[in-house]
């Protein structure tokens, strides 16, 4: 009896849920724009989310965009809104001046659906059509593609100044070659150059491409200071720096975006090799950091696939419990928040910032108490001391640290902290697949191919100022094939964690991931502590990658402490140099 009436009394519940959910109002929905009329759509846009449109649908067809000196799509503020273009594409002028979607300030917005293009190529282009070994090097006749850019012999510094190798038949970037740069260059005819490098071997053949950067572009979608932002199914070309650019925010998800080959200029015969003239996703001073899945990017790069990253300022004073740093805003220090202290000398050090006073230097006298310093002292390009005029912030440190002068600093969280990178496909650049310098990441089931240096990159770069150190970062059931083309040695190690003098990274485990055929070892690990590399699988290539070099080790650590190295699997080992695994260091 008891079932009976219970049945009698589910059907009835289901149909008032249903009746009710029919009843809710659901989202406003409208349709904007027509291909025939590109540039009315923007206004459309922005008028369809003023008169309270929660889901805004682009009309399909090719929409060519006007140049109008600013963003299209500039929404500033916006909140809880989807635009969705499927079957959109969107194509930007040469002389656009601005990006496709500007997001500043925006909460939980999506953006799903449309292919974004524009109509400058963004790389040189051209055929290797002789190659003469001369006593210091070599030469050959580069003609660059018809219909792609063509460089004027006239204007040494408009040249190209690094070119890559791509090799003729399978497309790919050539092992052995990495913004190699012409050391003298001349015209061998109306469309063909005569370049000179000086190597001591050919770093490529009759029927390569030899490609370099061209101008840029502009981005395709920007995330300024947005939180809760989705980028999904958006197909990009023709990129120049970061046509994925996040700066500030958090929390944004990048969701089955495609990177791939535009199509022929006019006047072209040959397709394009390149994709990207610069990074593909680049992210800075992001907390939490973005998650990044099922992204895939193809064709050639010119500069790292992923680059997620904070910013360090220089230390120049500190005494007890407070350090001043050359103006307070580029590391996002933030009362209440850690900060990450570290030298290239050996200091490091994580306090909790108490307090921020920022001040200007106003006089000379007051300026002459840093003359002594030089901030980031052979870390990278040298920095002027603090003078008149500059903006110094005096940070109080929840505890009393022997900082030196010449040490940087960083907010930790804003360095990313939190990302995740999971199931994308990348690779194929003549730098690095990931560069992430956050902490509390997750690099989980990516396939990451034929990168010219380390696959996975994983700690702080002081020369460029990007921060930081990383503690507990996961990189499991990842494979790496290829990677390290353009060298040997750690810096391009298929895994490559990596500091600056100081023992800063901590807690990195990686572990079930595949190697394969990587040219330079599969995991170099240093100036860490508290990490593991276990359970992996190597498999090294079949004889070494560059002439006159020995075979690589699978696994290098140096300069770390309390390191795990257990069951790893080398299926050949006979491939790695003996000892496969070499440790040195503290």
């Known amino acids: 009896?008891?079932?009976?009436?219970?049945?009698?009394?589910?059907?009835?519940?289901?149909?008032?849920?249903?009746?009710?959910?029919?009843?809710?109002?659901?989202?406003?929905?409208?349709?904007?724009?027509?291909?025939?009329?590109?540039?009315?759509?923007?206004?459309?846009?922005?008028?369809?989310?003023?008169?309270?449109?929660?889901?805004?649908?682009?009309?399909?067809?090719?929409?060519?965009?006007?140049?109008?000196?600013?963003?299209?799509?500039?929404?500033?503020?916006?909140?809880?809104?989807?635009?969705?273009?499927?079957?959109?594409?969107?194509?930007?002028?040469?002389?656009?001046?601005?990006?496709?979607?500007?997001?500043?300030?925006?909460?939980?917005?999506?953006?799903?659906?449309?292919?974004?293009?524009?109509?400058?190529?963004?790389?040189?282009?051209?055929?290797?059509?002789s190659v003469d070994k001369i006593r210091h090097g070599y030469t050959c006749i580069w003609r660059p593609d018809r219909g792609y850019p063509f460089p004027n012999a006239a204007r040494r510094k408009s040249f190209p100044r690094g070119f890559d190798v791509v090799n003729g038949r399978t497309l790919h970037l050539r092992v052995g070659s990495g913004d190699i740069g012409a050391a003298r260059f001349a015209s061998a005819g109306s469309h063909a150059f005569r370049l000179t490098f000086r190597a001591s071997h050919s770093e490529f053949k009759v029927g390569d491409?030899?490609?370099?950067?061209?101008?840029?572009?502009?981005?395709?979608?920007?995330?300024?200071?947005?939180?809760?932002?989705?980028?999904?199914?958006?197909?990009?070309?023709?990129?120049?720096?970061a046509p994925i650019f996040e700066n500030g925010g958090g929390a944004n998800r990048i969701i089955a975006c495609r990177w791939v080959l535009g199509p022929k200029p006019a006047g072209a015969r040959t397709n394009p090799v390149v994709t990207n003239q610069a990074d593909g996703f680049h992210c800075v001073n992001a907390y939490p950091g973005p998650e990044l899945k099922n992204c895939v990017m193809t064709g050639v790069f010119l500069d790292d696939c992923i680059a997620i990253h904070g910013e360090f300022q220089a230390v120049v004073g500190a005494s007890g419990n407070t350090i001043t740093v050359k103006d307070n805003r580029s590391a996002r220090l933030t009362v209440g928040q850690p900060i990450q202290i570290s030298s290239v000398h050996g200091f490091?050090?994580?306090?909790?910032?108490?307090?921020?006073?920022?001040?200007?230097?106003?006089?000379?006298?007051?300026?002459?108490?840093?003359?002594?310093?030089?901030?980031?002292?052979?870390?990278?390009?040298?920095?002027?001391?603090?003078?008149?005029?500059?903006?110094?912030?005096?940070?109080t440190l929840s505890r009393r640290l022997i900082v030196p002068a010449g040490a940087y600093v960083t907010n930790p969280l804003r360095c990313g902290s939190g990302y995740k990178v999971i199931g994308c496909h990348i690779g194929d650049t003549r730098s690095r697949g990931m560069l992430l310098k956050g902490s509390d990441g997750l690099v989980e089931n990516n396939v990451v191919r034929g990168c010219g240096m380390a696959g996975?990159?994983?700690?702080?770069?002081?020369?460029?100022?990007?921060?930081?150190?990383?503690?507990?970062?996961?990189?499991?059931?990842?494979?790496?094939?290829?990677?390290?083309?353009?060298?040997?040695?750690?810096?391009?190690?298929?895994?490559?964690?990596?500091?600056?003098?100081?023992?800063?990274?901590?807690?990195?485990?990686?572990?079930?991931?595949?190697?394969?055929?990587?040219?330079?070892?599969?995991?170099?690990?240093?100036?860490?502590?508290?990490?593991?590399?276990?359970?992996?699988?190597?498999?090294?290539?079949?004889?070494?990658?560059?002439?006159?070099?020995?075979?690589?080790?699978?696994?290098?650590?140096?300069?770390?402490?309390?390191?795990?190295?257990?069951?790893?699997?080398?299926?050949?080992?006979?491939?790695?140099?003996n000892p496969p695994i070499e440790t040195s260091g503290r």
């Open 209 to 241: 491409f030899l490609v370099a950067r061209y101008g840029n572009a502009f981005q395709k979608v920007v995330l300024n200071h947005s939180r809760h932002c989705t980028i999904k199914n958006i197909t990009m070309m023709r990129n120049g720096f």
């Open 456 to 577: 996975i990159s994983i700690g702080p770069e002081v020369w460029w100022r990007e921060a930081g150190y990383c503690s507990h970062v996961m990189v499991e059931h990842n494979t790496l094939i290829r990677d390290g083309k353009a060298g040997p040695g750690g810096y391009f190690s298929a895994v490559y964690v990596h500091g600056r003098g100081a023992i800063g990274n901590s807690h990195i485990i990686i572990q079930h991931n595949v190697f394969r055929s990587n040219f330079s070892g599969d995991v170099f690990m240093q100036w860490s502590r508290h990490s593991a590399i276990k359970h992996n699988v190597m498999t090294g290539p079949t004889r070494p990658a560059f002439s006159g070099e020995k075979r690589q080790p699978a696994i290098v650590v140096k300069n770390s402490r309390h390191i795990v190295i257990r069951a790893n699997h080398l299926t050949n080992p006979g491939a790695y140099k």
């Open 1 to 129: 009896m008891r079932q009976i009436l219970t049945a009698g009394l589910i059907l009835p519940v289901i149909a008032m849920f249903a009746a009710m959910v029919a009843a809710a109002p659901q989202p406003r929905s409208v349709e904007v724009g027509h291909p025939h009329h590109p540039a009315a759509l923007a206004k459309e846009v922005q008028q369809a989310y003023r008169d309270g449109a929660k889901v805004i649908v682009i009309r399909p067809g090719t929409y060519q965009l006007p140049a109008t000196g600013q963003s299209t799509f500039n929404l500033d503020h916006w909140n809880n809104v989807t635009i969705r273009a499927d079957g959109v594409t969107l194509i930007m002028r040469v002389r656009h001046a601005g990006n496709c979607f500007q997001l500043n300030h925006c909460n939980q917005v999506t953006i799903e659906g449309p292919t974004i293009s524009q109509t400058r190529v963004t790389f040189y282009q051209g055929r290797v059509m």
């Open 348 to 395: 490091f050090a994580i306090a909790k910032v108490l307090a921020i006073n920022t001040f200007e230097i106003r006089t000379r006298r007051q300026a002459r108490q840093y003359d002594h310093v030089s901030p980031l002292a052979g870390a990278g390009p040298p920095h002027k001391p603090p003078g008149i005029g500059d903006r110094l912030s005096r940070i």
